[in-house]
């Protein structure tokens, strides 16, 4: 458990001596009074000044005797609990501890609760990445160092690739956590959570994004495709829907409400509650787009397509589609063709192709522009440009008097 190390050498010529823990797979490091010369040391390094050792085996004697009264206890800890305990923190502090993955999975738990699905699910798929990795389940929030977060990368780019998005996105869902602890449980006068291991880490460089939108040509494949089987229909329909209601996400299909005016106006799930606006956005359906509104339309009148009654989660709806739309890529010459593609094409072919500004492809895509934000707060509300945008984007693609290479 205690190993003496002998530092570098200060500039005054002496090296300090600490004292590494090494504790349950984590270890930590101790300063002593004590430094020594060159003198002091033998041929390997070691330390021969007797009195020095002695000293240093009498403060070894100390601690162990110490360490005793802590019984069992002493089985859950930290090398940087047993620390903390060694240098008389109280022993309600050092007994202290806070699983960081069950944090994480509660954290996740309350996202979805306000409608942050994806954020909930990235953050619950980053925590079991990270048990993957240490190989249990439960893991303390003092054990998460700058080498571990490091180690967790490597392992991370070993399975997915050099500059994989997991190796940077998932230790970001981790910090958020791990910030959000910090602040919790940190007072003025109290300091649980210490080290702050993300400052020191080493930055994750990502390879170029792979395209996620198709070209015109693809999509019009799509559009053509003939009838094949249940969920390879509803997932070329889908998709299109999506496409002919401006990038309208899965979930918010799910979630939609009824169809009220000619009109599909919903709060985009991603965003609505990090916006005073709730991220509401209501387009008026496309010509395109009716007979497939019609083909999907549900039962229920609270909402506008019939998903909620074929599928019990909004997970299952998208496991269904991700599975069919693997099929029409195929069928297309797509390789792994993503839902998001066809929110990430209209916005490609509007601002390219059918000559719409990007101001109102962020309004049709429902960002908010920063640096107009306050200014916007003025402005009535008006669907009109983002309706008229849509008309362009879809003249371009299926009026038929575009060549497309």
Same mark, same amino acid.
């Given at each position: 458990?205690?190993?003496?190390?002998?530092?570098?050498?200060?500039?005054?010529?002496?090296?300090?001596?600490?004292?590494?823990?090494?504790?349950?797979?984590?270890?930590?490091?101790?300063?002593?009074?004590?430094?020594?010369?060159?003198?002091?040391?033998?041929?390997k390094g070691q330390i021969?000044?007797?009195?020095?050792?002695?000293?240093?085996?009498?403060?070894?004697?100390?601690?162990?005797?110490?360490?005793?009264?802590?019984?069992?206890?002493?089985?859950?800890?930290?090398?940087? /609990?047993?620390?903390?305990?060694?240098?008389?923190?109280?022993?309600?502090?050092?007994?202290?501890?806070?699983?960081?993955?069950?944090?994480?999975?509660?954290?996740?738990?309350?996202?979805?609760?306000?409608?942050?699905?994806?954020?909930?699910?990235?953050?619950?798929?980053?925590?079991?990445?990270?048990?993957?990795?240490?190989?249990?389940?439960?893991?303390?929030?003092?054990?998460?160092?700058?080498?571990?977060?490091? *180690?967790?990368?490597?392992?991370?780019?070993?399975?997915?690739?050099? *500059?994989?998005?997991?190796?940077?996105?998932?230790?970001? /869902?981790?910090?958020?956590?791990?910030?959000?602890?910090?602040?919790?449980?940190?007072?003025?006068?109290?300091?649980?959570?210490?080290?702050?291991?993300?400052?020191?880490?080493?930055?994750?460089?990502?390879?170029?994004?792979?395209?996620?939108?198709?070209?015109? *040509?693809?999509?019009?494949?799509?559009?053509?495709?003939?009838?094949?089987?249940?969920?390879?229909?509803?997932?070329?329909?889908?998709?299109?829907?999506?496409?002919?209601?401006?990038?309208?996400?899965?979930?918010?299909?799910?979630?939609?409400?009824?169809?009220?005016?000619?009109?599909?106006?919903?709060?985009?799930?991603?965003?609505?509650?990090?916006r005073d606006d709730k991220?509401?956005?209501?387009?008026?359906?496309?010509?395109?787009?009716?007979?497939?509104?019609?083909?999907?339309?549900?039962?229920?009148?609270?909402?506008?397509?019939?998903?909620?009654?074929?599928?019990?989660?909004?997970?299952?709806?998208?496991?269904?589609?991700?599975?069919?739309?693997?099929?029409?890529?195929?069928?297309?010459?797509?390789?792994?063709?993503?839902?998001?593609?066809?929110?990430?094409?209209?916005?490609?072919?509007?601002?390219?192709?059918?000559?719409?500004?990007?101001?109102?492809?962020?309004?049709?895509?429902?960002?908010?522009?920063?640096?107009?934000?306050?200014?916007?707060?003025?402005?009535?509300?008006?669907?009109?440009?983002?309706?008229?945008?849509?008309?362009?984007?879809?003249?371009?693609?299926?009026?038929?008097?575009?060549?497309?290479?």
């Amino acid at each position: 458990m205690f190993t003496i190390r002998i530092k570098t050498v200060r500039k005054d010529g002496t090296r300090p001596v600490r004292i590494r823990i090494a504790h349950n797979y984590t270890d930590c490091e101790l300063g002593t009074v004590w430094a020594v010369t060159e003198k002091d040391l033998n041929k390997k390094g070691q330390i021969k000044n007797m009195q020095i050792l002695d000293g240093i085996n009498e403060l070894l004697r100390q601690w162990r005797r110490k360490l005793e009264t802590l019984g069992m206890a002493a089985r859950g800890m930290t090398a940087r /609990q047993i620390a903390d305990f060694l240098t008389e923190k109280p022993k309600e502090e050092v007994l202290w501890r806070l699983d960081i993955c069950e944090y994480m999975e509660r954290e996740a738990d309350k996202l979805w609760r306000e409608g942050s699905v994806g954020t909930s699910e990235l953050r619950n798929t980053a925590r079991r990445s990270l048990q993957a990795y240490l190989g249990r389940q439960s893991v303390d929030i003092n054990e998460v160092t700058t080498s571990l977060l490091n *180690g967790w990368v490597q392992w991370l780019e070993s399975r997915n690739g050099k *500059g994989c998005r997991a190796a940077s996105m998932y230790p970001s /869902q981790l910090r958020a956590v791990f910030n959000k602890a910090r602040r919790e449980f940190n007072t003025d006068t109290v300091t649980r959570i210490p080290n702050d291991p993300f400052s020191r880490m080493e930055r994750v460089r990502q390879g170029a994004p792979k395209p996620r939108s198709v070209t015109v *040509g693809q999509l019009r494949a799509i559009a053509a495709l003939p009838d094949r089987g249940l969920r390879f229909n509803q997932a070329r329909d889908v998709f299109l829907l999506s496409f002919f209601l401006m990038g309208m996400n899965s979930v918010d299909f799910f979630n939609c409400p009824a169809v009220k005016d000619g009109r599909v106006t919903y709060e985009r799930t991603k965003t609505r509650t990090r916006r005073d606006d709730k991220a509401l956005i209501s387009v008026a359906i496309p010509a395109e787009a009716v007979p497939l509104v019609e083909k999907y339309k549900g039962h229920r009148r609270e909402y506008a397509f019939k998903f909620r009654e074929r599928y019990s989660t909004r997970r299952e709806f998208s496991a269904a589609l991700n599975k069919g739309l693997k099929e029409v890529g195929e069928a297309v010459g797509v390789d792994g063709l993503q839902f998001y593609a066809a929110r990430h094409t209209w916005a490609t072919v509007a601002v390219n192709e059918a000559g719409v500004d990007k101001y109102t492809v962020h309004q049709a895509l429902n960002h908010v522009d920063g640096k107009t934000a306050i200014t916007d707060i003025y402005i009535r509300k008006s669907w009109e440009p983002i309706d008229k945008a849509n008309r362009k984007v879809l003249d371009y693609v299926f009026g038929g008097d575009k060549k497309v290479e």
